[in-house]
Nanobody, 123 residues
């Protein structure tokens, strides 16, 4: 069982930055791939970024490439999402999720989910 808790969301002006954190419980965090999803009202859930269990491979949605960076610290059981040059269209609930070893682009293949942290970007 893995429990995930996100922090770091908030209100920021366009062009600003935020760093989201997702802290995981359990000793098996290092064996899980981690993904950051976001969902805005009226829009489909979107995989924003993901990282494999070993940090050997990462994924970024085209909409965030060059602006967002995903990283993980297995010693701290935490995955991060550094978000720079934020835009109003980045406004959403950001949720981290976990699945064994390798990330998937499909949300239904993730076994564990956090509650999410709200990011609001004002213009």
């Amino acid at each position: 069982q893995v429990q995930l808790v996100e922090t770091g969301g908030g209100l920021v002006q366009a062009g600003g930055s935020l760093r989201l954190s997702c802290a995981a419980s359990g000793r098996t965090f290092s064996t899980f791939a981690m993904g950051w999803f976001r969902q805005a009202p009226g829009k489909e859930r979107e995989l924003v970024a993901a990282v494999t269990w070993s940090s050997g491979s990462t994924f970024y949605a085209d909409s965030v490439k060059g602006r967002f960076t995903i990283s993980r610290d297995n010693a701290k059981n935490t995955v991060y999402l550094q978000m720079n040059s934020l835009k109003p269209e980045d406004t959403a609930l950001y949720v981290c999720a976990a699945r064994p070893r390798y990330y998937s682009l499909n949300y239904y293949e993730y076994s564990y989910w956090g509650q999410g942290t709200q990011v609001t970007v004002s213009s």
